[in-house]
């Protein structure tokens, strides 16, 4: 079994090119891809301390095998993954980090997320902000003590309405910078059991019938 540092050194394979008329960028990116590496190691070790894993801006697409390996005996209560190129979450997340209350997954290239994460039984405080999300994932509705949702920024144009209404423990939802349809940003403005923010766009003039 490879160690951690070498599992992680693969996950940034990518980023090398073994054709020798490119060697320079070649060791360019092996350069960015080991101090990324160091980054990733050096937070997980605060982690153990804080109880808080912080892997924003560690240019990540997937988070590495070796980070849950890392932090198998580590009790999470956050996790930061923001700003990074992640396109999706595994299953296993919600495994390893089962007690998490905090999850910042915001500026990725995320479109959506496993049903798996609904598990997570203790999160309170979940941010998918700019990414590219069309509707609300199932964790959303469906996590029993979620009280803060941010899905600013995405590209969401319908929500499930009563779905949301029955959330147990939803108290603020902030779904502005949405392309949301008028009649759902609507339906949303009347929601009064939480706090929604929404972002009103203005009538089209085919759709203002005072003109």
Not at 2 to 29: F, I, T, W
Not at 30 to 48: E, P
Not at 116 to 124: G, H, M, V
Not at 184 to 189: H, I, K, Y
């Amino acid at each position: 079994m490879r160690p951690p540092s070498s599992q992680l050194g693969a996950d940034y394979s990518n980023a090398e090119n073994s054709d020798p008329n490119n060697m320079h960028p070649m060791m360019v990116c092996t350069r960015l891809a080991g101090r990324a590496i160091i980054r990733v190691v050096g937070r997980c070790n605060d982690a153990k301390e804080n109880n808080n894993l912080d892997l924003s801006e560690c240019q990540l697409m997937q988070v590495p095998d070796a980070v849950y390996h890392l932090m198998r005996h580590t009790e999470l209560k956050g996790c930061n993954l923001s700003s990074n190129v992640i396109t999706k979450i595994p299953p296993k997340f919600a495994v390893k980090f089962s007690l998490i209350t905090e999850l910042n997954l915001s500026n990725n290239q995320m479109s959506k997320l496993p049903d798996e994460l609904a598990d997570l039984t203790e999160l309170e405080k979940l941010d998918i902000s700019h990414n590219s999300f069309t509707s609300l994932p199932h964790v959303a509705y469906k996590t029993p003590k979620l009280t803060t949702l941010n899905a600013h920024h995405n590209f969401i144009t319908e929500v499930d309405i009563e779905r949301l209404k029955e959330c147990p423990s939803l108290q603020d939802v902030d779904l502005q910078e949405n392309p949301l349809t008028r009649k759902c940003t609507e339906a949303l403005q009347n929601i009064t059991v939480f706090r929604i923010a929404v972002t009103v766009r203005p009538l089209e003039d085919w759709e203002d019938l005072t003109i």
